[in-house]
């Protein structure tokens, strides 16, 4: 390990002149995908470290009648310590699924965010939530939304110097909030998937219908979203069917058999609590 | 790189490299070998320590990451009267313990009752899931819990 070197910056000022002098440095945070991929005894890492974990700036919440703020530095668990009458539904359900606790304790919103390989946990429910993100640089900041910040070939939206600070989340309330995980609970394999669903209802309409699901792969259709949006609630039987044939159709090349008949099957679940039998 | 922070109540200061792990730091340079280093990889539970409060496995912490932390293991904990309640609650519920998780179970039921003092048995089962013991049977590790909430309240409030 001879020749790596660590940089614990506190503030985000310190940050940005140390990765100015070392643009090609790994930032850490959690850590806990770069770990548990890393059995042995000594962690191999790059050359060159930047601890991100002792910023307070992104590491705290804050929150305002619009929307909820939370530092892109803050663990699975301190979101979760936010409290079920802060944290959006869909996304606290969703939390509660994330791994073990240990594990909860230490991963981060922004690193779980930024995992290249397969969109995991938070990904889904801070998509449908259309939670924007703060990418801050030495000379500002801007900001973006999720669905730009790791492309579906996992190229990441952020340029070198540049950092994860913050994930708005809007202020809005669904009747609705179902969150699933299918495949290990615990770890991530290829059969691990997050699906998610929200929607709202305004004068027995349904009124705005989301559901996203992502494992190895992202989904969601906005256009087959649209298609139950407006219809009068309950859904009958063929307001269901129409949706989940949309689905399988559009699903066939995306996901593996497996994977897409769970989701097909947890559509069709979502779907029901709109339905007579389960909306009363 | 010399890192400092606080080590069952004592400010300690350790040269690390930047690929050592918090366990094998804890382990090798303090001889604090509670926590077992099993797996390596977050999955066993084995090497469970309490992180600013928060039971953590110590595999998956770099130890640079300990700057500035407060760090508690089963030794450090188990001089404290909280882990009465628990050894209490684990005696109460007969737990056999071969050791090897021993720090895992315990941090981890301190960890919860000290933000939950009275979970169900689902809030039990949820934060022991990370820790698997070969010993235990889940359902009796639960008693041992709920026990040991029941030890901590008598304790604390007299009922
Ligand atoms: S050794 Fe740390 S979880 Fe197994
Ligand atoms: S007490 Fe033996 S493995 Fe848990």
């Known amino acids: ?8 910056p506190e503030t985000l000022a310190e940050f940005f002149t140390t990765s100015a002098r070392l643009p090609d440095a790994l930032i850490f945070a959690g850590g806990t995908d770069i770990l548990r991929t890393q059995a042995g005894r000594m962690i191999v890492f790059p050359r060159n470290v930047i601890s991100i974990r002792e910023i307070d700036e992104i590491s705290e919440a804050s929150r305002t009648e619009r929307y909820l703020d939370l530092g892109a530095a803050m663990t699975i668990a301190e979101v979760a310590d936010l409290g079920e009458k802060v944290v959006p539904p869909v996304l606290y359900e969703t939390l509660k699924l994330f791994a073990v606790p240990g594990i909860r304790n230490l991963a981060t919103v922004g690193g779980n965010l930024l995992c290249t390989e397969r969109r995991m946990d938070l990904f889904v429910p801070l998509s449908i939530l259309d939670a924007r993100v703060e990418v801050r640089r030495a000379t500002g900041s801007r900001w973006i939304p999720l669905s730009r910040l790791v492309a579906p070939d996992g190229r990441i939206g952020i340029d070198k110097g540049e950092i994860v600070a913050h994930i708005r989340i809007p202020s809005d309330l669904f009747e609705l909030n179902l969150a699933r995980k299918v495949g290990s609970h615990h770890y991530p394999d290829p059969a691990t998937g997050v699906f998610c669903c929200c929607a709202k209802t305004s004068k027995g309409i349904l009124s705005d219908f989301r559901l996203a699901f992502a494992g190895e792969r992202y ?3 906005r256009d087959i979203e649209n298609v139950i949006n407006g219809k009068n609630l309950p859904l009958t039987d063929r307001d269901v069917e129409t949706v989940l044939d949309a689905y399988r159709e559009e699903l066939a090349e995306d996901l593996g058999p497996t994977l897409r008949q769970q989701f097909v099957n947890l559509t069709g679940w979502a779907l029901s609590y709109l339905t007579e039998k389960g909306y009363e | 790189m010399i890192i400092g922070f606080i080590l069952n109540g004592d400010d300690v200061s350790a040269r690390v490299e930047p690929g050592d792990r918090l366990v094998d730091v804890l382990r090798e340079q303090f001889r604090l070998i509670g926590a077992k280093a099993g797996c390596y990889a977050g999955r066993c539970g084995s090497c469970t320590i309490l992180l600013d409060s928060r039971a953590v496995p ?10 500035n932390t407060e760090i508690i293991t089963i030794e450090g904990f188990s001089q404290t009267v909280d882990y009465l309640d628990i050894e209490r609650g684990f005696q109460r519920a007969g737990i056999e313990t071969c050791g090897y998780c021993t720090a895992a179970k315990v941090l981890t039921a301190h960890a919860l009752l000290d933000k939950n003092p009275d979970p169900d048995d689902e809030a039990i089962r949820a934060a022991l899931s990370g820790i698997q013991c070969r010993c235990n049977e889940p359902s009796g590790l639960v008693a041992a819990v709920r026990e040991a909430a029941v030890a901590r309240q008598r304790r604390i409030y007299g009922r």
Request: hydrophobic share 55%; proline share 5%.
């Open chain 2, 58 to 67: 110590s595999c998956m912490v770099p130890a640079f990451a300990a700057r």
């Open chain 1, 1 to 8: 390990m001879a020749g790596e070197s660590v940089f614990i």
């Open chain 1, 219 to 221: 989904f969601r259709s």
